[in-house]
């Protein structure tokens, strides 16, 4: 036997065995009625037999049948007696094995996904730990910007020529562990460039993670703030103002002071207050920014403003003038700088023809590396200056350009240099 009986063989012997079952009923009916009737046609009663016993009706009799060894069965009995058809054995095992399949596939895929959030997570841990290391680590080249007063132009050429950004001024793919740093007055007090300060907002925040761009205040920045705080209206709105107010005043790294001006007086005093206080030099720009740009009596809104940024109108007067106890204020301001372990000073703010200025100030201010870094470059359309990991100098201007043979030439020589 063992064949297997479909879903519509199924239902049929359903439908039969409900009929039956009704039919049996009806046979009971039936034989209750005829009982009936036969007892109320008989004058005593009941029909009875000739044993005195009632006669059985022929209807209520159930339906019987001789097989062929003589046994007596009852069709309705056998019937409903009969198991119900077993499902296809086959297909049920066909359908548990594609079942466990299922299982396992799913198994596997959760452990696949568990392995992959575990990586991602270790990727970023260690991606933290890197960042955290580098930050103590100084960049294998910084390029230094300076006084480009709104001259987008020049400032895409020269950090095409060092390799930085392409023409456009986008970060190239290529650019690792590299430090742009602006020495202030990117915009013009006169007449700012909300183009100038959206370029820079989108250079900083565009920076790949080995990479960071550094905004100074110069004088035509905190005097634009100025300005702004006595209701005088310019083009810039308030986005890019709050841009401007977020920037730092000086930067400190590597033995190398950068800021716009010249080094004040003023300034180092309240540098050598915050390193007493066993901290970076840097965190003068949080402190102080507060103080600069907030407030009441906010500095940008008087001239001392203008003179902590290093804005001097008379710096060789300035450095050789004589402080109370009769020394000149060069000799206080250069050993103040040694104390800080200031050993270089790169600045711009004083412009000059076609080339930067090293070693400005030796006899004022002895022992200190000063470089005006001011070529005017909006005059000259190219100018800064890269430092490498190792302190050495390139400046990059029309003159360098020219000595080197081209710009190609001058390019090789600075992928030399920085190693890109």
């Not at 499902?87 to 299982?103: K, N």
């Not at 730990?129 to 930050?135: D, G, I, P």
Request: proline letters at 4%; one cysteine or more.
């Amino acid at each position: 036997m063992g064949e297997s009986v479909d879903k519509a063989d199924q239902k049929k012997i359903l439908s039969s065995r409900e009929m039956v079952a009704e039919s049996q009923e009806s046979i009971g009916e039936l034989s209750e009625v005829a009982d009936q009737a036969l007892e109320n046609s008989s004058p005593g009663g009941k029909a009875l037999a000739k044993d005195g016993q009632a006669n059985p009706s022929p209807i209520s009799e159930p339906l019987m049948y001789h097989d062929q060894a003589g046994v007596h069965h009852d069709v309705v009995k056998d019937f409903l007696d009969q198991p119900e058809a077993s499902p296809d054995l086959e297909l049920l095992t066909h359908g548990q094995e594609l079942l466990a399949r299922v299982r396992e596939r799913i198994k596997r895929d959760k452990e696949k996904r568990s392995r992959k959030k575990k990586e991602r997570a270790r990727k970023k841990k260690e991606l933290a730990q890197l960042e955290a290391q580098s930050k103590d680590i100084p960049p294998r080249v910084t390029v230094v910007l300076s006084d480009t007063d709104n001259d987008l132009k020049s400032v895409k050429y020269s950090l095409w020529i060092a390799g930085i950004c392409d023409k456009k001024g986008h970060w190239r793919n290529q650019a690792r562990n590299v430090r742009i740093i602006h020495t202030g007055d990117w915009l013009n007090k006169w007449n700012p460039e909300p183009r100038v300060a959206d370029f820079f907002q989108a250079l900083q925040e565009n920076a790949p993670k080995s990479c960071e761009v550094i905004m100074l205040y110069g004088n035509h920045e905190v005097e634009l703030l100025k300005k702004q705080h006595e209701g005088r209206k310019n083009r810039l709105h308030k986005n890019q103002l709050a841009f401007i107010r977020r920037q730092d005043f000086m930067f400190f790294a590597n033995g190398t002071l950068y800021l716009h001006g010249y080094p004040t007086f003023g300034l180092l005093r309240l540098l050598k207050q915050i390193k007493d206080e066993k901290k970076g030099l840097n965190a003068f720009n949080k402190r102080f920014r507060k103080a600069f740009v907030e407030g009441r009596y906010a500095l940008f809104k008087d001239e001392a403003g203008l003179e902590l940024v290093g804005d001097i109108r008379k710096v060789r007067q300035y450095y050789i003038h004589p402080c109370e106890d009769g020394e000149k204020k060069g000799f206080k301001i250069s050993r103040l700088l040694q104390e800080l372990d200031i050993k270089t000073i790169i600045h711009g703010h004083r412009p000059n023809v076609l080339a930067q200025v090293d070693d400005e100030l030796k006899i004022e201010v002895p022992g200190i590396r000063i470089i005006n870094n001011d070529n005017a470059v909006k005059k000259t359309g190219l100018g800064a200056a890269i430092v490498d990991k190792n302190g050495n100098f390139l400046f990059v201007n029309l003159r360098e350009l020219y000595w080197a043979g081209g710009e190609r030439r001058f390019r090789k020589k600075i992928r030399k240099l920085i190693g890109m």
